[in-house]
């Protein structure tokens, strides 16, 4: 398309075409496209110059736009060699006039000059006030509001422009903060983070940014600095956080403490993307908070969690593929009356196809974070009401089955209608299924917890407490706890022959569960000589490596007939 317009053709003199360029109400003039003479300036220009407008004509435009030199903005530059923001089209740039002290957008256009040589057409239109609002919604989406720290949509958009790994990084969390608001409010908080940002300011390395990425949660981002004195700054300011912070809550001052979990990066470790560098620092951040040290994510580190993102994708895989690789074994719980064996704890294992056999421990931790555990548990109970429904379990005499149920579980609303699914489908009663929850705060204190176990109680559905005595219960609101079994870890009987201590706790828990209406399971039972001091101090079941590891289906149905005849280990230990 022709770009070029015949001023020759639409106006026959000078007169004329000034008539026109001062019309125009934008800064406008005409330059000769070889020799930057200007040609003709409109009034407006001139006026806010403070100038005559025929003074301009016959000087170089750059004299007036730059006062030095060919200014960034000339046509001739504006093929795309030119400093600025341009359009598409090429003849439009935006910039800084120092001259009129505006921000401006340059428009230039080819045209015949009235003799017939190359000129440009350039009309300069005020966006400074369009530069003020551009500047005010870049703030609103790349800085805090609060503190006007840049946040986590700036830290995104300054390392995704990085061409180079020649960085480091600081991030810190504080801990606790949540508690400091709810006891003092907002901006006592807010001015408590001011301070330490001042303070890091104070001291830090040079060519350095603090970011609030979000909430509690903020990044040191420093450029070309070495790790030694990166990781010595952040050693300083975890020193810092032992001690106290002075805040103004109202007219009174208070020292408050804040522990900080604070990491160390390296930018040349390597990283997929942006998203994969939050995980890792949000994945050193929990280890800083676990050890209570500042963690340096280095080769080592990498490589652990690297191998963490490994088995989470594998576990993802598994989970989503039918349970793959997944499997129930059961550990019996004897009866201390009948010295029978008389229920079950399903355990769930998994074979990784990459890794092999991982530690429940670890696997659950795993399923927890990914938001997988109640398929999981799900599909654990299920597998195993359908296996002790296929041996026929459940025709002996006080069988139960125990499966452990996470706090997620326990918080899902379907829980219940998926629990009588599970047992109608494989025709398995209420009454033989034993539910184990692990003593912890949520389970304690949340009235949803503790409304879900009643409504699971008036189904005849047992409920057992695992991990009692470790948690968050104690003595005194035994009686108020909504189970009916009580379960001892292996540490309260580890040393049960030996020390009086332990033999006297032991016997005071199960009295106190027994006066509360409740069973007592001691678990981690290894040896006969353990079992004989248990038998004394009235525990109802036993559970350990003494009767059987945790055992297979095909295992289970070669063992069946140990929930008919007394196990001979009672006999052994010498209890009547």
């Not at 003849?91 to 002290?101: A, I, K, M, R, Y």
């Not at 931790?365 to 999981?376: F, M, P, S």
Request: hydrophobic share 40%; net charge negative; glycine share 6%.
């Amino acid at each position: 398309m022709d770009n070029k317009v015949d001023t020759a053709g639409q106006y026959g003199s000078p007169e004329e075409l000034r008539l026109f360029v001062d019309s125009i109400t934008v800064y406008t003039y005409i330059v000769d496209a070889e020799t930057d003479e200007i040609l003709m300036v409109n009034d407006h220009y001139a006026k806010n110059l403070g100038v005559d407008s025929h003074f301009m004509e016959g000087r170089k435009c750059w004299e007036y736009v730059d006062g030095e030199r060919r200014c960034d903005f000339c046509p001739r530059f504006l093929d795309g060699d030119a400093p600025g923001r341009q359009d598409p089209g090429g003849n439009s740039v935006e910039g800084f006039d120092p001259t009129l002290g505006i921000w401006g957008r340059w428009n230039s256009q080819e045209i015949p000059w009235i003799d017939g040589r190359p000129a440009n057409f350039i009309t300069l239109v005020d966006i400074s006030g369009e530069m003020m609002l551009r500047k005010e919604l870049t703030d609103l989406a790349y800085y805090d509001r609060d503190l006007m720290l840049p946040n986590r949509a700036k830290f995104e958009k300054d390392i995704g422009e990085r061409s180079d790994d020649s960085f480091s990084i600081i991030a810190f969390d504080y801990i606790s903060l949540k508690y400091i608001n709810d006891a003092y409010g907002r901006q006592p908080v807010n001015d408590l983070i001011k301070k330490v940002v001042d303070w890091i300011r104070g001291f830090a390395l040079r060519n350095c940014e603090i970011y609030r990425v979000e909430g509690d949660n903020f990044y040191i981002l420093f450029e070309k600095a070495d790790m030694m004195s990166v990781s010595g700054l952040a050693d300083r300011m975890y020193e810092r956080f032992n001690e106290p912070w002075a805040i103004k809550a109202g007219d009174e001052t208070f020292n408050i403490s804040c522990r900080l979990s604070i990491c160390v990066l390296d930018g040349r470790i390597g990283y997929r993307d942006v998203d994969d560098l939050f995980t890792i620092i949000d994945r050193t951040l929990e280890i800083s908070k676990a050890t209570r040290a500042v963690s340096v994510y280095d080769r080592v580190m990498d490589a652990s969690l690297k191998r963490e993102r490994e088995l989470e994708m594998s576990l993802k895989n598994c989970v989503h593929d039918d349970m793959k690789g997944f499997d129930v074994y059961f550990q019996p719980i004897v009866d201390s009356t009948s010295k029978k064996w008389v229920g079950l704890e399903a355990l769930a294992r998994w074979d990784s196809p990459e890794f092999g056999r991982i530690p429940p421990l670890v696997f659950i931790r795993i399923a927890e974070k990914l938001g997988l555990i109640n398929k999981v548990g799900q599909w654990v109970l299920e597998r195993s009401i359908q296996i002790c429904a296929e041996l026929r379990l459940d025709h002996f005499e006080g069988f139960f089955l125990d499966v452990n149920l996470s706090m997620s579980q326990l918080s899902d609303e379907a829980l219940i209608s998926k629990v009588l699914v599970a047992l109608q489908k494989h025709k398995f009663p209420a009454g033989c299924l034993s539910l184990e929850v692990t003593e912890s705060e949520e389970f304690i204190e949340t009235d949803y917890s503790q409304t879900t176990i009643e409504r699971l109680k008036s189904l005849e559905i047992r409920i057992a407490l695992d991990d009692f005595g470790t948690g968050y219960s104690n003595f005194n609101n035994l009686r108020n706890l909504p189970v009916g079994i009580l379960k001892t870890e292996k540490a309260f009987i580890d040393n049960i022959t030996t020390d009086e201590y332990q033999q006297f706790l032991s016997r005071i828990i199960a009295e106190m569960a027994h006066a509360a209406g409740m069973k007592l399971v001691a678990e981690g039972v290894e040896t006969t000589d353990q079992l004989f001091q248990l038998s004394k101090n009235g525990t109802d079941y036993y559970q350990g490596y003494l009767f059987a590891k945790p055992l297979t289906k095909d295992e289970l149905a070669k063992n069946r007939r140990k929930f008919e005849k007394p196990d001979p280990l009672f006999e052994e230990a010498g209890v009547g």
